[in-house]
Nanobody
Framework: QVQLVESGGGLVQAGGSLKLSCTAS????????IGWFRQAPGKEREFVAA????????SYADSVKGRFTISRDNAKSTVYLQMNSLKPEDTAVYYC???????????????WGQGTQVTVSS
């Protein structure tokens, strides 16, 4: 089983950048698809980005395409989310989660981290 811990959140002005990290412990990290999701106050949790275990498949939500980049370093058991050109509407708690097979759907992801707060001021 994989345990995940997010870090790197914070307060940033609109147009700024942040890099989130999702560090895993436990077995099978390199074979797991890792997804980033976010949840803003009063809204449902939504998909942001995902990368397959081997890194061959990547997907982004339309709202972040061209601004966010997901990457992974299996040797460090870490997945990153580079967020550029941040907007106030990106404000949310960001979570990473793992699953054995590829999907961008929230259902099926397990081993959720505790989340990291990202706040973008206008």
């Amino acid at each position: 089983q994989v345990q995940l811990v997010e870090s790197g959140g914070g307060l940033v002005q609109a147009g700024g950048s942040l890099k989130l990290s999702c560090t895993a412990s436990g077995r099978s990290f390199s074979s797991n698809t890792i997804g980033w999701f976010r949840q803003a106050p009063g809204k449902e949790r939504e998909f942001v980005a995902a990368k397959s275990g081997g890194g061959q498949i990547t997907s982004y939500a339309d709202s972040v395409k061209g601004r966010f980049t997901i990457s992974r370093d299996n040797a460090k058991s870490t997945v990153y989310l580079q967020m550029n050109s941040l907007k106030p509407e990106d404000t949310a708690v960001y979570y990473c989660a793992a699953r054995g097979s590829w999907s961008t759907r929230l259902a099926g992801y397990e081993n959720w981290g505790q989340g990291t707060q990202v706040t973008v001021s206008s």
